[in-house]
């Protein structure tokens, strides 16, 4: 009787004895971890932005106040919806961000995205001067291909029932054309057009004309807002 009862007086020491040993392994493991760089990670739900918050502990809640400021700073973020975004807000209060695995910059909230320029350099002014010559020349093609009664085989031509393409409204397609009995594009229209007032053949849709006239009936109506799927 008193061996069983020294026995399991043992057995039980050895038990809290590792019990307590674990504890403390816990809180110094704990402690480390306070001394070392502390963040904690809030993600958004379409789990393409990420706020780093510098000073946080991963483990505890951040304060109201703190969660109000990363709550703020995500839906922000959510403008931007098809970018892959890491912001780190830090311990001063600053917002640096990468935008789809780009070098971290400096951010306001409410500005635009911090892009980089194309290989971190600006564009260069003969690099513009293309851009530009390129995009007048097709501009002008669709100019005169709108006022071309050749693009059909009656005579008529664009302009005729669109002056200066007005009444087009490219800004709100795609969107559903009785005409069609379908969700059309602009080109869709530009062809149907092109087929029944001017009685002509349609475009294929990477025919040089079709993008020129595109490009026309688009710089337009430059400055409109994108309204697609309105009637």
């Keep these: 009787m008193r061996t069983k009862l020294l026995t399991i007086l043992s057995v039980s020491f ?5 019990h307590t040993g674990w504890k403390s392994f816990l809180g110094q493991s704990q402690e480390a971890q306070a001394d070392g760089w502390l963040a ?5 739900c379409d789990k393409r932005k990420t706020v780093t918050v510098e000073g946080a502990r991963p483990d505890v809640p ?11 700073l995500l839906q ?11 912001a780190r807000l830090t311990t ?9 695995g780009l070098p971290y910059q400096r951010y306001v ?14 564009h260069s002014k003969r ?8 995009y007048k020349k097709i501009m002008e093609e669709g100019n005169k291909l709108f006022h071309d009664p050749t693009l059909g085989k009656n005579g008529i031509s664009c302009d005729m029932c669109h002056p200066n393409a007005a009444n087009t409204h490219p800004e709100t397609y795609p969107k559903f054309q009785t005409q069609l009995k379908t969700v059309a594009l602009l080109r869709d229209m530009v062809n149907w057009c092109i087929e029944n007032p001017l009685e002509g053949a349609k475009l294929a849709d990477n025919d040089p004309k079709m993008k020129a006239l595109e490009t026309y009936i688009l710089h337009q109506r430059k400055g409109v807002a994108l ?5």
């Design 62 to 72: 951040l304060s109201p106040e703190k969660a109000r400021q990363v709550a703020n």
């Design 109 to 122: 909230m409410g500005s635009p995205l911090p892009y980089l320029p194309i290989h971190g350099k600006p």
């Design 227 to 231: 309204e697609a799927g309105k009637h």
């Design 40 to 44: 904690r990670e809030v993600t958004a």
């Design 76 to 86: 922000d973020l959510m403008r931007f919806c098809t970018e892959e975004v890491k």
């Design 92 to 100: 001063q209060e600053e917002i640096f961000l990468s935008v789809n």
């Design 127 to 134: 690099e513009m001067q293309i851009w530009e010559a390129e």
């Design 14 to 18: 050895v038990v809290l004895a590792l």
